[in-house]
């Protein structure tokens, strides 16, 4: 059974990056030992490399998907003029897979939130067909990327499953 989009609703996952869905995929995100739960807390040191991603269900490598991580929140949640920051893109992940079986158009990038509480959202969505090399309309820059018009522009429709977690800047250390 798919999760329930409640926790992207009350996160503000949904309407402020995605669009109201129906969860029809299962997949599960990685940091170390650490499994991502919506609205989890997780220090940007422990997600500095990037995390494993699954795919669960039936392996069957004509179902290809696509998986976009972004940060709503830059520079600040309060004021997110930066929205969103682009932390990574993965396309062609074939289902059953993971992430690392994919092909990277962004390279990730871990969390480095300057100020306040950070969200960063995965987003998985299921391909029509394989993604041709360099994407569609794929943008130049990390900032003020539009998970929902890259879902438009490369025909990936609604996601088929997503998951949040918080981030915060980490106090310095004192020596």
Known sequence: MARSVEPLVVG???????????PSLEFTVHYGTKQVA?????KPSAAADKPHVQLLGPP????????VMV?????????????????????????????????????????????GIHRYILALFKQQGAISEGGRQLADARANF???????????????????????K?????R
């Not at 980490?170 to 004192?174: A, C, H, L, S, T």
Request: one cysteine or more; proline letters at 12%.
């Open 12 to 22: 503000r996952v949904i309407g402020d990056v995605l669009d109201m869905f129906i």
């Open 38 to 42: 919506n609205g989890c807390d997780i």
């Open 60 to 67: 069957d490598p004509s179902c290809l998907y696509t998986l």
């Open 71 to 115: 940060d709503p929140d830059a520079p600040s949640p309060s004021e997110p003029r930066l929205r969103e920051w682009l932390h990574w893109i993965v396309v062609d992940i074939p289902q059953g897979q993971g992430a690392a079986r994919g092909r990277e158009l962004v390279p990730y990038m871990g969390p480095r939130p300057p100020t």
């Open 146 to 168: 539009s998970t929902r018009q890259f879902a438009a522009q490369n025909r990936l429709g609604l996601p088929v499953a997503a998951v949040y977690f918080n981030s915060q």
């Open 170 to 174: 980490e106090p310095v250390k004192k």
